[in-house]
C-alpha cells in the first residue's frame, strides 16, 4: 500500500525559509509517478504549488515562482520543497500528491505552515 508521509513544517517570520519532504513507500517503481505538491488554507480550495513529471519537468504556481523549488530523489523515493521568502499568504496545510497516470493519486496527511511574525 503506497504511503506518504510529509514533514518539515512548522512556524517561521516573513522572509524564512522551509523545506518539507516527502518520503514515499509501498510503491514499485518511484520514478514513474509523478509528483506535486498542494497547499490548503482555511477556507480555501486545494491549489498546486509545485510539480515535477516523471522526466523532470516543473510547473509552479505564479505564487510559488522564483521562490520555491521542487526537487524529487528516484533513489530515496523522496520528494521535496524548498521554500524561500515565505510570506503570511504562503500559511497553510502542504500536502504531498504522486500521481500514477492515468488517474491513480495518493496523496499524504499534510504538514502546517504558518508563516507570521
Not at 516523471?54 to 521554500?83: C, E, H
Amino acid at each position: 500500500q503506497v504511503q506518504l508521509v510529509e514533514s518539515g513544517g512548522g512556524w517561521v517570520q516573513p522572509g524564512g525559509s522551509l523545506r518539507l519532504s516527502c518520503a514515499a513507500s509501498g510503491m514499485s517503481s518511484f520514478s514513474t509517478y509523478s509528483v506535486g505538491w498542494y497547499r490548503q488554507a482555511p477556507g480555501k480550495q486545494r491549489e498546486l504549488v509545485a510539480y515535477m513529471s516523471r522526466s523532470g519537468n516543473t510547473a509552479y504556481a505564479d505564487s510559488a515562482k522564483g521562490r520555491f523549488t521542487i526537487s524529487r530523489d528516484n533513489t530515496r523515493n523522496t520528494v521535496l520543497l524548498q521554500m524561500n521568502s515565505l510570506k503570511p499568504e504562503d500559511t497553510a496545510v502542504y500536502y504531498c500528491k504522486l500521481n500514477l497516470p492515468p488517474s491513480t493519486d495518493y496523496w499524504g496527511q499534510g504538514t502546517q505552515v504558518t508563516v507570521s511574525s
